[in-house]
T-cell receptor, first 116, second 113 residues
Framework: EAGVTQSPTHLIKTRGQQATLRCSPI?????VYWYQQALGLGLQFLLW???????NRGNFPPRFSGRQFPNYSSELNVNALELEDSALYLCASSYGTSGGAFVEQFFGPGTRLTVL | KNQVEQSPQSLIILEGKNCTLQCNYTVSPFSNLRWYKQDTGRGPVSLTI?????NTKSNGRYTATLDADTKQSSLHITASQLSDSASYICVVSYSNSWGKLQFGAGTQVVVTP
């Protein structure tokens, strides 16, 4: 069974540009979660999508947004990039609509975003 | 202040030895606590999940304990192997904010021959 996949592996942008990160969940999983892991810091919850809807959001500004497509894949968009947005962005998926409270989340390998 | 604090920040142990990692949390209301293992450059992989009613859970050489009264958890690694070198992350889930997980900063474990 294929795991969670993310693309691209690495992304280099300059300040002020927009970045688009993509995630394909495990087949059969309907929920997708996005996390930011800045260097030396713990993972920070960004967004949770389920059945195409945004279900919950972490403490990030509105320039962090995303969407989930009918095939349950997801896209994270970061507008007006700032230097501190440089981080590893992890996507996770789970089966079911319990919101991850009792459902296992399976993580992808991440996208390393570097903002110059 | 992070609602999930882990200690130590890093740890070096000899192959074959045991070690224990600590996690203290203030997340409330609490739903469940997970321990993840994250290899460098990879996504985290779940080791254990415990609800507030569970005191201990094992996964091979990994044993997690939970004291929901004191809001403390530990992860014990028995007979460490070189492949245990990784970051171990404590993650706590809210019971009133679905989908949102609170992550600790992790304990970096290095196992040496």
């Amino acid at each position: 069974e294929a795991g969670v996949t993310q693309s691209p592996t690495h992304l280099i942008k300059t300040r002020g540009q927009q970045a688009t990160l993509r995630c394909s969940p495990i087949s059969g999983h309907t929920s997708v979660y996005w996390y930011q892991q800045a260097l030396g810091l713990g993972l920070q919850f960004l967004l949770w999508y389920d059945e195409g809807e945004e279900r919950n959001r972490g403490n990030f500004p509105p320039r962090f947004s995303g969407r989930q497509f009918p095939n349950y894949s997801s896209e994270l968009n970061v507008n007006a990039l700032e230097l501190e947005d440089s981080a590893l962005y992890l996507c996770a998926s789970s089966y079911g609509t319990s919101g991850g409270a009792f459902v296992e989340q399976f993580f992808g390998p991440g996208t390393r975003l570097t903002v110059l | 202040k992070n609602q999930v604090e882990q200690s130590p920040q890093s740890l070096i142990i000899l192959e074959g030895k045991n070690c224990t990692l600590q996690c203290n949390y203030t997340v409330s209301p609490f739903s469940n606590l997970r321990w993840y293992k994250q290899d460098t450059g990879r996504g985290p992989v779940s080791l254990t999940i415990m609800t507030f009613s569970e005191n201990t859970k094992s996964n091979g050489r990994y044993t997690a304990t939970l004291d929901a009264d004191t809001k403390q958890s530990s992860l014990h690694i028995t007979a460490s192997q070189l492949s245990d070198s990784a970051s171990y992350i404590c993650v706590v889930s809210y019971s009133n904010s679905w989908g949102k997980l609170q992550f600790g900063a992790g304990t970096q474990v290095v196992v040496t021959p």
